[in-house]
């Protein structure tokens, strides 16, 4: 198949390479000329990927017009923040029945709308897929096994999306549930960001495995207050993407948090990580959709006093321990 990737991010750079291992046509976007200069002259991004050789077969691109045109499946892989703003670029070249599939996990902080919402919003006639799970472009890119999922709407453009990504080193799974598998991955970031602060401040394996355990309470029931499955939060996009990003050292979203649990402010863990940090741009629109639907999430909304109101890593920890009591779940009983 002929496929675009729009984004030469470390995510984006390993999803062409995961298409080129399946001999598919791939073309990497930049809008970076000098991004792609560097990707032609010597099949490295140094910037995202150093020292990972690209395949020979990829072909790079700072001309958007020719990468949308010229492909039939396009991959949206811009930071979240940039997914309108690209779509916008993108709208004059889009033809009726091509398919976009969004790889970014995040929630628009102005109309809370989720990533295929957006492009729902910006585009018209197309085929919209999701692509979302526990897999770090680090390990993609050296063929580690990892297992994601791809959602639609559409049964037929999920499976041909699965068959277009899956080999012996990249399993995918299929759903319908769009918004489960969006309001996992866009959350958990945020989650991801209070492992990184107990981490940073000195907190052990107690304060982590409640951290990871309470933060499924919340992401969970904001899914399904949104009319999510509840089997999609169980698997990979909500479960299994949480307990990646809180734990692995690839996690740019735990390492800004462990920064901040350092002692650093918010611009300055971002400066020290060197790459976008999607919970910090989706924090205050994921506490906003929990106000929407009348969802408690305690943790997240700490982490917006500590991103955005000065709040030190010692006070929101100390508002979280000494929450009113109450049981742990709301439908336990006595006998």
């Known amino acids: 198949m002929k496929v675009a990737v729009i984004g030469a991010g470390s995510w984006g750079t390993a999803l062409a390479t995961v298409l080129c291992d399946n001999n598919h046509?791939?073309?990497?976007?930049?809008?970076?000329?000098?991004?792609i200069d560097e990707l032609n002259n010597t099949r490295i991004n140094s910037s995202k990927l150093p020292g990972v050789?690209?395949?020979?077969?990829?072909?790079?691109?700072?001309?958007?017009?020719?990468?949308?045109?010229?492909?039939?499946?396009?991959?949206l892989a811009v930071p979240s923040k940039a997914t309108r703003a690209t779509l916008e670029k993108m709208k004059p070249f889009v033809k009726e029945g091509q398919g976009v599939v969004t790889v970014s996990k995040g929630i628009e902080e102005e109309t809370l709308y989720t990533q295929s919402q957006i492009i729902e919003d910006v585009l018209s006639g197309i085929k919209i897929g999701v692509l979302s799970g526990p897999s770090h472009a680090e390990e993609v890119v050296k063929r580690m096994p990892t297992v994601v999922v791809c959602g639609s709407h559409d049964r037929a453009f999920a499976i041909k999306l699965q068959e277009m990504f899956m080999n012996e080193n990249f399993r995918v799974y299929t759903s319908p549930d769009v918004l489960g598998i969006e309001i996992?991955?866009?959350?958990?970031?945020?989650?991801?960001?209070?492992?990184?602060?107990?981490?940073?401040?000195?907190?052990?394996d107690n304060a982590k495995a409640a951290l990871i355990t309470r933060g499924v309470k919340e992401i969970t029931d904001l899914?399904?207050?949104?009319?999510?499955?509840?089997?999609?939060l169980n698997?990979?996009?909500?479960?299994g993407d949480l307990i990646v990003t809180c734990q692995s050292l690839h996690s740019r979203n735990r390492m800004a948090g462990f920064y901040m649990g350092q002692g650093m402010t918010r611009e300055e863990a971002m400066d020290k990580v060197k790459m976008v940090v999607e919970g910090v741009y989706s924090a205050k629109a994921v506490y906003a959709l929990g106000k929407k639907y009348d969802v408690e999430l305690p943790i997240i909304e700490?982490?917006?006093q500590a991103l955005f109101e000065g709040a030190t890593v010692e006070s929101i920890v100390r508002a979280l321990m000494t929450r009113d009591k109450k049981a742990e779940t709301d439908y336990t009983e006595w006998d």
Not at 68 to 75: A, G, Q, R, Y
Not at 223 to 232: H, S
Not at 235 to 239: M, Q, V
Request: negative net charge; charged residues 15%.
């Open 25 to 35: 046509n791939v073309t990497l976007w930049s809008y970076r000329q000098s991004q």
């Open 53 to 75: 050789k690209l395949p020979d077969s990829m072909k790079f691109s700072a001309d958007l017009e020719e990468a949308v045109t010229s492909n039939e499946i396009l991959i």
């Open 184 to 204: 996992g991955g866009a959350s958990k970031n945020v989650i991801a960001l209070a492992a990184g602060m107990s981490d940073g401040i000195g907190f052990g």
């Open 223 to 232: 899914a399904l207050a949104m009319g999510a499955d509840i089997k999609t």
């Open 235 to 239: 698997g990979l996009t909500g479960i």
């Open 302 to 304: 700490q982490v917006n």
